[in-house]
């Protein structure tokens, strides 16, 4: 099952339970999807990793108009943007701490280094296979300098 058909299950779900908060984020977030499918001169269908990164722009966006509204004491819609961003966050995968991350390009770098001796010249086939497998759960700048230590 895709990312996108379990929102779309979930919604089901939270609208028969009665569930208005988490019935009105996951309608807002399958409107945000079908924007921007059909956005566009060629409509397209989102991939599970498009939708995540839609996700985690939702989740920013929410925790931003949180700490507005806070500023503005406006706490009632503070808490009820922080809420959503959290029921959000349970759709998005676990995020790597720095130890997984140096793991996964620790493994990566010593399966790519048993062809050849690796350069800086390796640095984007090196990116692509560590990121295919971190995928937004680590910063990429962080990731991009464990892999350039790795090569230097």
Known sequence: MS???????????HLKAGNELEKTTLRNILSAIGTKEKSGKNPTEMTDQ????????E???REETA???AADNRDEMAKRELAE???ISTYLPKLLTEV?????VDRIMAE???????????MGSAMKSVG???????????VSQMVRAKLS
């Open 67 to 69: 700490r507005v509204a």
């Open 112 to 122: 790519l280094s048993a062809d050849h001796a690796l350069t800086m010249k390796d």
């Open 132 to 142: 295919a497998e971190i995928a937004g759960r680590f910063d990429g700048k962080a």
């Open 59 to 61: 989740v920013i966006n």
């Open 3 to 13: 990312l996108k058909e379990r929102l779309r299950d979930d919604s089901i779900v």
């Open 85 to 87: 961003a959290a029921f």
């Open 100 to 104: 997984e991350a140096q793991g996964i």
């Open 50 to 57: 498009d939708v995540e990164n839609l996700l985690r722009k």
